[in-house]
C-alpha cells in the first residue's frame, strides 16, 4: 500500500498559481521569479512548492507498466489518418468478450518485475470504454462481458498498493468520430472528452494520472488541462509526444516519446510564452513489436529493453514498459510469449537481483511427503506439494527481506510461516482459479543476518477450498528495499 509519504502528497493541492502561454492554469514555472514565490492559495499553502513536490513525487517512481488492453485485443489495431477519419468498419462492442479477466493477476507481474505503477488504457482509438459511461454506449455495459474492467484494475492496484492512472485518447476515435459520425464538430467532440475524463476522476478520486494520447489533434488542451485540474488538482497530465521532437499539445505536467528515446531532445526546461517550464520526460515502449496482445508475438531481447531503461534513468526520466493481457484477460505466463517471465528477468538483469531460489534447489530443505508437481504458470514449470499436516519446507538465506511464492488454486489450503523458529503470520493459498508463481508472504523487517524460514502444512483451509494443498514454487530474499543501482532508484519487489 502506499506509505505515509504518498498519502501526505495526496492531501496537498497541486494548484499552479502563474501565468502561462495563455489563460489558464499552467504547469510548474522554473523561472527565477517563482523560485521565491511565497504566495499562498486560500488554504495557506504555498502553491509553487506544493506543485514541484507533486512534480518530484512522480519522477520518483522511475519504473512503471503499461497495460493496453481494449479493444483492439479482439478486433485488431485501429487504423487512422492524420484527420482521425477511418474506412474501417466499426466493431461490434459484442466482440469484447474476456473469459477469465484477472487484474490482480496483473497487479501481481506489476509487482513481480518490480515496478511502482501501472497505467491503463480505459478509451483507445476505437473509442471503446472499458467502464460502464453515461456518455456513450459503446463499453462494456453493451459487450460480450459486461464486467467494468477500470473498476477491477483500481480495486487489485489499490490492494496491491501500486499507483495508477489512466491512458486516454484524445484524438477523433473511430466511434465518436469516425465511422458513426456521433460527434460533428469540434465543440462537441471537446464537451464528450471533458465528460469522459470528468467521469473518470470523479469516480477514481485518488487516479494519479491521465496520459493522453492524440494532443496534438485535440481543439483546446488548455480548456482540457484547466478542466482536470478543477476536479483534481493533484493529477499528474502526460501529453504523448510519440515520434515527435516534443512540446505537443501545451500544456501539460509531462512529456512522454515514443519507442527509441535517444533520437529526441531530453530537456526537462520548455519556453512557453516567453516562460520557462520544468517538464519531467518519459518513454513508453512494448516488449515485442505492438502495443497490444496478439498470436504469436516474439518478445524483444532482454538486452535492447536494459538499453532504453537505462537511458532513461541516466537522464531522470521514467521508464514506461507495456505488455498487454490475452483474449482472456490476464497477461500470459507460459510458452513462448511468457511475459510475466520476461518482466522478471529483466528486473533482475537490470538490478542485479538473484534469480529466485527454485522448489528444485538443493538449498531447500522439505521434510514429510512433498511430491513434484507443476504447470507452465509456475516458475521454471514446478512446484513441490503436500497436504499431510506438520510437513515443512526450510531455506536458509542472509539478508533483511524474504518473499515466499506459491502455486495457489482450489484445492489449496493454509501453511504456517516460521522465522527463525518463531511463528510470524498464517497464510491462505486458496484461489477459485489455479494462479502459479503467486507472491503470498513477504518480510524486510528482518536484521541483516542468517535468518531461516520455514513453511509448514497447517492441514486447515477456508470454507471454500476443496483440499489443504500447499504448493512451494520460489523464494526471494535480498536488502530492505531490494538491491541498488548506481542509475536507478526504482522501487523493489521487496517493498
Not at 21 to 39: K, Q, V, W, Y
Not at 281 to 293: A, E, L, R, V
Not at 358 to 382: A, L
Request: hydrophobic share 30%; with cysteine; net charge negative.
Amino acid at each position: 500500500m502506499k506509505n505515509l509519504f504518498f498519502v501526505v502528497l495526496a492531501l496537498l493541492l497541486f494548484v499552479p498559481n502563474v501565468a502561462g502561454a495563455s489563460e489558464g492554469t499552467s504547469p510548474t514555472d522554473t523561472s527565477s521569479e517563482l523560485d521565491t514565490l511565497t504566495e499562498q492559495g486560500d488554504d495557506g499553502t504555498d502553491t509553487a512548492a506544493n506543485t514541484k513536490d507533486r512534480i518530484a513525487w512522480y519522477e520518483s517512481l522511475k519504473y512503471g507498466m503499461f497495460i493496453h488492453y481494449n479493444m483492439p485485443t479482439f478486433h485488431g489495431a485501429a487504423s487512422m489518418g492524420a484527420n482521425c477519419k477511418s474506412a474501417e468498419p466499426d466493431p461490434d462492442p459484442k466482440k469484447w468478450n474476456p473469459t477469465g479477466l484477472d487484474t490482480d493477476q496483473w497487479m501481481e507481474v506489476v509487482k513481480a518485475a518490480g515496478m511502482s505503477h501501472a497505467i491503463l488504457t480505459v478509451k483507445h482509438h476505437h473509442g471503446f470504454c472499458l467502464w460502464d459511461s453515461a456518455h456513450t454506449d459503446f463499453d462494456v455495459a453493451s459487450s460480450g462481458n459486461t464486467t467494468d474492467v477500470v473498476e477491477a484494475f483500481v480495486k487489485s492496484a489499490r490492494a496491491a498498493g501500486i499507483t495508477y492512472g489512466f491512458y486516454v485518447n484524445l484524438g477523433r476515435d473511430i466511434h465518436h468520430w469516425g465511422c458513426n459520425h456521433q460527434v460533428r464538430t469540434n465543440s462537441q467532440f471537446e464537451e464528450f472528452q471533458e465528460n469522459i475524463v470528468e467521469e473518470l476522476l470523479t469516480k477514481y478520486p485518488d487516479c494519479d494520472m491521465l496520459w493522453f494520447d492524440g494532443p496534438a489533434v485535440y481543439p483546446n488542451n488548455q480548456n482540457m488541462y484547466d478542466h482536470i485540474k478543477s476536479i483534481n488538482s493533484d493529477v499528474i497530465v502526460i501529453n504523448n509526444f510519440g515520434d515527435k521532437p516534443g512540446n505537443v499539445g501545451w500544456p501539460y505536467d509531462v512529456g512522454h516519446y515514443e519507442f527509441n528515446f535517444s533520437s529526441h531532445n531530453y530537456e526537462q526546461n520548455e519556453s512557453h510564452g516567453g516562460k520557462d517550464y520544468y517538464v519531467p520526460k518519459g518513454i513508453c515502449h512494448s516488449i515485442y513489436n505492438s502495443w497490444f496482445w496478439r498470436p504469436g508475438l516474439k518478445l524483444k531481447t532482454q538486452s535492447s529493453l536494459k538499453e532504453l531503461h537505462k537511458l532513461m534513468m541516466d537522464k531522470g526520466g521514467v521508464d514506461l514498459v507495456n505488455l498487454g493481457p490475452n483474449q482472456a484477460g490476464v497477461i500470459p505466463h507460459s510458452g513462448q510469449s511468457n511475459q510475466r517471465q520476461h518482466m522478471i528477468d529483466l528486473y533482475n538483469d537490470l538490478f542485479g537481483v538473484a534469480p529466485p531460489i527454485d522448489d528444485r534447489d538443493e538449498s531447500i530443505t522439505y521434510e514429510g511427503s512433498w511430491s513434484e508437481t507443476g504447470d507452465s504458470s509456475d516458475y521454471n514449470s514446478t512446484c513441490k506439494v503436500s497436504s499431510t499436516e506438520n510437513d515443512y519446507a526450510e531455506y536458509t538465506f542472509t539478508g533483511e527481506a524474504i518473499k515466499l511464492a506459491v502455486r495457489k488454486g482450489p484445492s489449496c489450503g493454509k501453511a504456517n510461516i516460521y522465522i527463525d523458529g518463531q511463528l510470524d503470520e498464517t497464510i491462505d493459498t486458496y484461489k477459485a482459479s489455479t494462479q502459479g508463481a503467486a507472491y503470498v508472504y513477504e518480510n524486510h523487517s528482518l536484521s541483516n543476518a542468517t535468518h531461516t524460514i520455514k513453511v509448514e502444512v497447517s492441514h486447515e483451509k477456508n470454507t471454500s477450498s476443496t483440499g489443504h494443498d500447499v504448493n512451494i514454487d520460489f523464494f526471494e530474499y535480498g536488502s530492505i528495499g531490494g538491491v541498488t543501482s548506481a542509475s536507478s532508484s526504482v522501487p523493489t519487489r521487496m517493498e
